[in-house]
């Protein structure tokens, strides 16, 4: 039999916390490489801090994160770096800057490639994501969802090893959260990077994504394949995984209650 191979990213009991604000208590997340895994969880569960935690962004109270096989540190994390994307929430464009400079600075910062290769290669991103048309645009005169395109064109232009997207999809229509989930699958695959996705967007992580992991007050109290958080009867997933269909109880609910109400009057 063969043996698994070595994660390219380990997590192991990671805290995190802000005053008295205990975010993060003991989380631990293993991710294959080669592997899309998106880490669920309701607003304010700390997916952000954890994923900020993982780029060097904040640094975690307790706990070890090691990519590949190394543990981060400050000997190790230029390496990192250089290895890895991070897709920003609230995308960090540079309004200064028009979309094909946005998306040619990790290349001008990260590699020797000429200006010519660099254009070159900023202009093919734009136009997988429908952007070449408006690369000498600025971020403010481009759309909330070309925002977001903008800022993952950048994140893959690099052709990293790992990609660490922070709800890429935020305050997107489904149309172009389904856009923005086929090309990071697309790109994933292509490259062969290994990502690690934070959203709320249920329907299209379990759709797109190798793994799943939920995280609730602080810890993964679940991560394995859709399939198995589909069927999971864990009470802590059930809650997140079922909030449409109780949603749609009480509503259905509500709606008899009135009518019964509506009835009674009537008569």
Do not use: W
């Not at 294959?32 to 607003?43: C, I, K, M």
């Not at 093919?124 to 903008?150: F, I, V, W």
């Not at 079922?242 to 008899?256: F, G, N, P």
């Amino acid at each position: 039999m063969t043996e698994p191979s070595e994660p390219l990213l380990r997590i192991e009991s990671l805290h995190k916390r802000f005053e008295e604000n205990i975010v993060l208590s003991g989380a631990s997340l293993h991710v294959a490489r080669g592997s899309l895994v998106t880490v669920l969880g309701r607003s304010g569960t700390g997916k952000s801090v954890l994923l900020k935690c993982l780029a060097g962004i904040i640094t975690p109270d307790e706990g070890r994160i090691q990519f590949d096989g190394k543990d981060l540190d400050d000997s190790t994390r230029a390496d990192f770096r250089r290895r890895c994307s991070f897709l920003f929430q609230n995308n960090a464009l540079f309004d200064s800057l028009t979309a094909l400079e946005n998306v040619a600075l990790p290349l001008e910062q990260t590699t020797d490639l000429s200006d010519a290769e660099i254009r070159r290669r900023s202009l093919d991103a734009l136009q997988q994501l429908e952007l070449d048309t408006y690369h000498n645009r600025h971020p403010s005169q481009l759309s909330g969802g070309m925002q977001k395109r903008l800022a993952l064109a950048r994140a893959i232009v690099t052709k990293p090893e790992l990609v660490l997207f922070d709800e890429p999809t935020a305050g997107l229509d489904p149309i172009r959260r389904n856009a923005v989930f086929t090309m990071i699958l697309k790109y994933q695959r292509q490259f062969h990077f290994t990502a690690v996705v934070v959203t709320h967007d249920l329907d299209e992580a379990l759709i797109a994504s190798d793994r799943v992991a939920l995280l609730d007050s602080g810890q993964i109290p679940f991560e394995g394949p859709p399939s198995a958080f589909t069927a999971s009867t864990h009470p802590i997933v059930c809650s997140f995984r079922d909030s449409t269909q109780a949603l749609k109880q009480s509503v259905t609910s509500i709606r008899s209650e009135m009518s019964a109400i509506t009835r009674r009057t009537e008569s």
